[in-house]
């Protein structure tokens, strides 16, 4: 009985992961979710980390199949880039944007109220477009290990944005990124995606130990630029938003790019 009782436990343990795993992809990005899978949104944060991961490696796929074909690194960086925002369905630029316009009224009462507001300003515009160009130009001028460092900005990204939703209080009372707050997640959390992103940079180590300063720009700069960033938006804000959960994602993303380039 006692063993039954530990296979079904087992086993029950396991079609919660799958099915909050299921729910964190169908939620963070637009691949297809079979009708059948059942999905199970409350905790899909703490997997955000690895959904990270997995969308750089798509990413990382695409890089080397165009790399295959003989295209120029800057037209291929801006494919890739493109990809990206196609995978996540410009979920997260679009709240860099949102973030972006609400920032920029000088007002912090009516932060939140511009912040709300479906159509896009200049300032929201000129962050798309500064991210865009910073992810294309520096992708481009990396020249080797370039999935790794996909894998890496993905995953830095959404740590960054879990990070966030630990430790900084949601500023209203419905939108996308509630249900994240709703779930009550811990810092203990955290521990799982750290401790794969520090593995993506001993797999680096381990592929060639000359790149130990791109190894330790990915694990130190990339945890760095994740916690920095959210605690930028939250001393403007006071706190986070479903919003600036996207710009977390995005700015590291960008940022830590520009790392790597600069490494």
């Known amino acids: 009985m006692s063993n039954r009782r530990w296979v079904k436990g087992v086993l029950r343990f396991w079609h919660q992961q799958t099915s909050t795993l299921a729910a964190a992809i169908a939620f963070y990005t637009c691949l297809p979710v079979p009708t059948s899978w059942t999905l199970a949104f409350p905790g899909i944060a703490r997997l955000a980390p690895l959904v990270g991961l997995m969308i750089g490696g798509i990413l990382g796929l695409l890089d080397a199949g165009l790399h295959l074909l003989g295209m120029p690194a800057f037209t291929k960086s801006a494919l890739v880039v493109v990809a990206g925002i196609a995978l996540t369905g410009g979920l997260h630029l679009d709240g860099a944007m949102d973030t972006a316009d609400g920032l920029a009224v000088p007002d912090p009462q009516r932060r939140l ?55 900084y209080p949601y500023l209203k009372p419905t939108g996308k ?72 994602v995005e700015w590291t993303e960008a940022l830590l790019l520009c790392l790597l380039t600069g490494l």
Request: aromatic letters at 10%; charged letters at 10%.
């Open 113 to 167: 109220e511009v912040m709300s507001d479906s159509v896009t300003g200049a300032f929201g515009a000129m962050a798309a477009i500064a991210l865009l160009l910073l992810k294309t130009s520096a992708l481009a001028d990396i020249e080797s290990h370039r999935w790794l460092a996909l894998m890496a900005a993905a995953g830095w990204g959404r740590w960054g944005q879990l990070v966030a939703i630990i430790c």
């Open 177 to 248: 990124g509630a249900i994240h707050k709703e779930s009550n997640h811990s810092a203990y959390d955290l521990v799982p995606g750290f401790l794969a992103l520090l593995g993506l940079s001993g797999f680096l180590l381990i592929l060639d130990d000359r790149n130990w300063l791109i190894a330790a720009g990915m694990a130190f700069g990339g945890s760095a630029i994740a916690v920095l960033t959210g605690a930028w938006f939250n001393h403007k804000l006071g706190g986070h938003t479903g919003d600036t959960y996207g710009a977390v």
